[in-house]
Every structure is written in C-alpha cells, then in structure tokens.
C-alpha cells in the first residue's frame, strides 16, 4: 500500500494505492473515486443503542466503509466533507484521541471507539473523543489547517475545545474555562478549553465549525426573516 495526501491545505484529498488483498476502512460517504477493481464493504458500528447515540453526539458515523482491491495498483480517493487538511499518523501499538468526526480513514486492525459523558452533552463543556488505538496507518481530516505542538514534560498549553484536533494518549488534560467570571465568557467570547499537560503531541484546527456558525449566523437571521 501506498498512500499521498493532496491537494493540501484546503481541499486536501487521501489518495490510496492498494495491492491485492488490500484494505482501508474509511468514514461513511468519504469515497471521490476509485478504480473498477475496489470492492465495498458497507458495516454498521455494532455498538448498540447507547453506544450508537454516544457516537453520533461524538461526530461518529454509525457506519463505515471497508474498500478492499481486488488487483494490485487499485486506486482509491477519499476526501472529508468539509474543506481543510488532512494528517497522516503511523501506529505502532500507540493510542492517539481525536475529535469527535476526525478520523477519515485507517487500516484494518486498529480499534476505534468514542469517549465522553452524559454531562459532557448536557452542559456542553467536554469533549467526546474518538480513541484510536493498534498498529498500523489513520487518517485525520480536520477544519482549515493543521499544527503540531510537541509538549516537553510537565510543559502545559491551552487550546479551545472546537479548535482541538487530537493528541497522544500520554498526554494528560483538564477542561476549563477559558475565563474567569460570566461576563468575561460573554465578553471575549472564549469558551472551555483544554488544558494539556506533557510529554507528547497536540495537533490543532485553524478554524472550527463553530466558528463558521457564528460569521454566518448574523447572515441566516436576516435570511429568515424576509
């Protein structure tokens, strides 16, 4: 298997050449293109009632895809149906937790599921994580661009909750809120944000959904009322 990212940093596309044999899991509806000789395999999470809920308050699809080749040199395009980068991130028996809706494809034998609370959904102030954890190749999509913060031990760092992308599992966090007081949350217009503490890597979002939102929000209120 081969695989390139392109297109980055704002329409970024996965690109996958499979042999024989072959096979990538990839996010519900991701697939652009592919050659004749891929074959699709469509499964459900297999999570149950409560585990299907948790997963789509958490971004996750309650589906996913299993494209497998039939010949060598079967190429295979995925892309995140929203604009922006894609990561590539090779495990070697590492867990890694990302955002709720980040994962976009991975290799078979890696093992995903979703973290978060009931109160994280009711108050809106957790995150609902995706963790990925075994050996072998994930693709992350995110919102804009990515960076990479690499956190020395006991170094600590802030980021917004709806900017954050995914982060090593050896790193340890807190949620919080960004501000002291009411009305410096309503002044600054901050939120919660994480706070992480090292060893290990953070991967950030330049934009977030819920940033578009707000722009636009002023836009669909005079829509709505002519």
Known sequence: MTHSIEHSPVFSTLKVTL??????????????????SIELQAKTSGKGIFGAVKSMVGGESL???TYTASENNSELVLAPGSPG??????????TILAQGGAYLAGTTGLELSTQGSLRAMVMGEGLFLQRISGNGHVWLSCFGAVYEKQLGPGEEYSVDNSNLLAFEEGVTYQIKKATKGLFSTFASGEGFVSRFTGPGKVWIQTRSVRGLAQVLMPFMQKSSGN
Do not use: L, W
């Open 19 to 36: 042999d024989a044999g072959e096979s990538i899991i990839g996010e519900q509806g991701a697939m652009i293109s592919m050659s004749p």
């Open 63 to 65: 589906f996913s895809t």
């Open 85 to 94: 980068d894609i990561i590539h991130y090779e495990m070697t028996g590492r």
